[in-house]
């Protein structure tokens, strides 16, 4: 390492700042947000530390700084030169250094005692991103990653660990029991409760898994299952929540939709079990998929069941979250972009447009035994943009009920085959010639069909989409 790492307590000690331009502004935010008293040496200050006067969070003294100055100040714990001329760093530098004082040269690493890292705060939780001084933008751009993966109730979850501390530490005598409590705990469904506000429901889950403690010593920790929608097809997707609680998983039970990318974000040592369907040939059925999620649950497994799209829309997920309550096992279920949502923004089309459509219809075009058939004279009198799901092998029967019940034969279908992936394939026809395109292009699925008038946009749109670069229509 170029620099140690080191959080140091500066709350109600003096630091100062040499300058008063946006650069030393900065510099003083942070100082002022970890308690500091904070002089500000400059001959003039600009609007950002005009800001901090004016709200009382500075001391200023207006001059520039000579060592003749030095004696006024109080003592620094901290110092910061951001100045334009190079005379007055050097000097405040080399004053400071003298004395063992600590000392930054902003944008001069060889005239740092420390450096201030990019931080991502979520305190009392700060992490710090360093570079060692050699890229400042590289060590911003890795912080921008790291803020949109990190909620903002991380500060919430930190705080009621903190204060939880001592209570696990008295029941809890010795370190590696300690070790494992936690990590149980912070893997798992007290995590996302607290993340989200939910504190009380956190606090009693705490509460709960200490008083079993307590009652029966320490056990096996409690399975979760996570049912989680994994998107249409592009790993990028993937929900940032889906992602994380995937990232939890020992065990993942995933659909044949689901992109390989995807499943590589899973963690390399958790199991993996495929539970796909093809027509005709089930590896798996669904009420065994369902059993398994309870049995692996019940083994103390942290479960993630990847579903493509959504896992409520056609997406059977309601069925396996049913068992999971009434076997009173802990759950939680993360929506995911729907394809009928993804597959038309890739086809650069919308799926409604105040010039064609006012609303959508989701229309599963698998019929099982006994289900209710289409309503196709709803469908043809509504002005919906109609998105039939699994309904190639079907569509002779949609195109003709569709005609049938008065929809123009005229009207605009597109066939969305690997919808938002590389290879996606889209192919816009007539509704009157539905069937014959299928047959003719051999269209096979995964396909989205999409029929109604929206589609007309796409031509509009497509002149200027960036996501043809992309993605090959």
């Not at 100062?16 to 650069?23: E, K, M, R, S, T």
């Not at 009392?124 to 921008?144: C, D, H, Q």
């Not at 219809?361 to 289900?371: D, K, M």
């Not at 008038?453 to 993605?471: A, F, N, P, T, Y």
Request: charged share 20%; proline share 5%.
């Amino acid at each position: 390492m170029d620099y140690l790492p080191i959080f140091m307590k500066i709350e109600q000690q003096h630091c100062l700042i040499v300058g008063g331009g946006a650069v030393a502004a900065r510099k003083a935010d942070l100082f002022i947000k970890s308690g500091a008293i904070v002089t500000v040496v400059a001959p003039e200050l600009g609007n950002e530390m005009k800001f901090h006067l004016a709200q009382g969070k500075i001391i200023w003294h207006m001059n520039t700084f000579s060592t003749a100055l030095v004696s006024e100040l109080p003592r620094p714990s901290l110092v910061i030169s951001a100045t334009d001329d190079q005379d007055v760093n050097l000097a405040v530098y080399e004053t400071y250094h003298a004395q063992s004082i600590p000392v930054n040269v902003a944008d001069q690493t060889e005239y740092c005692d420390f450096i201030l890292p990019a931080i991502v705060d979520r305190a009392p939780m700060t992490i710090a991103i360093s570079t060692g001084g050699r890229s400042p933008v590289l060590a911003r751009v890795m912080k921008a990653r790291l803020e949109t993966m990190i909620p903002h109730g991380f500060s919430v979850l930190t705080d009621l660990v903190g204060r939880y501390r001592q209570a696990v530490k008295n029941v809890i005598s010795d370190i590696d029991g300690r070790k494992t409590f936690w990590e149980t705990l912070l893997s798992g469904l007290f995590i996302d409760k607290a993340v989200h506000g939910n504190t009380g429901e956190a606090e009693a889950l705490l509460e709960a898994e200490l008083e079993t403690i307590r009652t029966n010593g320490q056990s096996l920790p409690q399975g979760e299952v996570y049912i989680i929608g994994a998107g249409p097809g592009d790993p990028d997707l993937m929900t940032f929540k889906g992602l994380r609680l995937l990232q939890q998983a020992d065990v993942i039970l995933y659909d044949r939709l689901v992109a390989p990318e995807i499943l590589e974000m899973g963690r390399r040592e958790a199991e993996r079990i495929y539970v796909g369907k093809k027509e005709k040939w089930h590896k798996i059925d669904q009420k065994d998929i369902n059993q398994m999620l309870v049995d692996l649950a019940r083994q103390g497994k942290r479960v993630a069941r990847l579903k493509g799209g959504d896992p409520y829309i056609f997406g059977r997920g309601a069925e396996e979250v049913e068992l999971l309550v009434q076997h009173d096992v802990p759950y939680q279920v993360v929506p995911g972009i729907t394809a009928a949502a993804g597959c038309s923004v890739y086809a650069d089309f919308p799926l409604t447009h105040r010039d064609y459509a006012q609303s959508v219809a989701l229309i599963t075009g698998h019929q099982q035994a006994g289900a209710q058939g289409i309503d196709y004279a709803r469908l043809a009198q509504s002005g919906d943009t109609m998105v039939f799901y699994m309904g190639i092998k079907n569509a002779p029967k949609i195109q003709a009920g569709l005609i049938a019940h008065g929809l123009c034969p005229d009207t605009p279908a597109a066939i969305i085959e690997n919808g938002t992936r590389l290879n996606q394939k889209v192919t816009v026809t007539s509704l009157s010639k539905l069937s014959e395109t299928i047959q003719k292009q051999s269209i096979k699925p995964p396909a989205l069909l999409v029929i109604g008038d929206v589609i007309k946009v796409r031509e509009r749109l497509q002149k200027k989409s960036l996501l043809d670069d992309r993605v090959p229509a």
